[in-house]
């Protein structure tokens, strides 16, 4: 059982795919669609933003651009994929993260932003007027039970959804659309949640199977009693316009 953890935690994590373990956890998605939402918008835009697009996973599934589309990634291995996924659409990618955005002012139509922090001011800034910026983000207390089980405290639980539009009202935005989401994601066992876990260290500081050999057989045992590995998923949506 151990042997087949620490092959998890081995398996190569490219970009933000998670094919690795498609077979092997259940995800539920929020009551809006992100990726709908996006496409309507990029259809109507002329330049476009992506800012912290991973591997361009989901920028990639926009395409075809009417304009010109950029994206920016702040996790510098996640560049070159990015790069490679996103040339056939004709996009440039950029190492930079969303915080200082290497781009003038009132430069996009759009802006994209997915599970990513980014400052609300700079998005602003590259905004062109009646532009609109859509973002969905992961709310500070998402999988609470999971690092509750690891004994460890959220590293933002300022993060949620009213926070993050007061801020954004306050630099001038206006907020079209926004909400929060609960859902469920399970592990149909230990070895994808170490595989996770890995994906994401943010979630656990310096997770191992070696580290943590104990915390991960209190979630064998728990799988065994209930026969899942069950946590909360929690995200907001916010849709607004300079």
């Known amino acids: ?18 094919s690795y373990i498609k077979d092997r956890w259940l995800e539920e998605e929020p009551g809006w669609d992100y990726r709908a939402l996006a496409r309507e918008l990029v259809g109507k835009s002329a330049a476009v933003l992506d800012v912290a697009t991973g591997g361009g996973e989901m920028f990639s599934s926009l395409a075809p ?26 996009v440039e990618v950029l190492g930079s993260n969303g915080i200082s955005l290497p781009f003038g002012g009132n430069t996009f139509d759009l802006v994209l932003n997915r599970h990513e922090g980014f400052s609300e001011a700079e998005i602003y800034r590259v905004l062109r007027e009646k532009g609109t910026f859509l973002t969905q983000q992961v709310d500070g207390g998402n999988l609470i039970e999971l690092l509750d089980h690891f004994e460890v405290k ?20 206006h907020i079209e659309r926004g909400g929060e989401w ?61």
């Open 182 to 242: 609960k859902g469920k994601v399970r592990f149909l066992d230990v070895g994808a949640a170490v595989y996770f876990l890995k994906a994401v260290p943010w979630c656990v500081d310096n997770f191992s199977v070696d580290s943590h050999v104990e915390f991960l057989g209190k979630l064998q045992e728990k799988l065994e009693r209930e026969g899942r590995l069950e946590f909360t998923y929690a995200r907001f949506l916010i849709s607004a316009s300079k």
């Open 65 to 90: 651009f009417p304009g010109r589309a950029v994206a920016v990634e702040g996790y510098r291995p996640n560049v070159a994929v990015a790069r490679k996924r996103l040339a056939p659409s004709g």
């Open 1 to 18: 059982m151990i042997a087949q953890w620490k092959r998890d935690e081995g398996a190569v994590f490219e970009g933000w795919d998670f």
């Open 154 to 173: 959220p590293k933002w639980p300022e993060h949620g959804f009213k926070n993050v539009r007061q801020r954004m009202q306050d630099v001038g935005f």
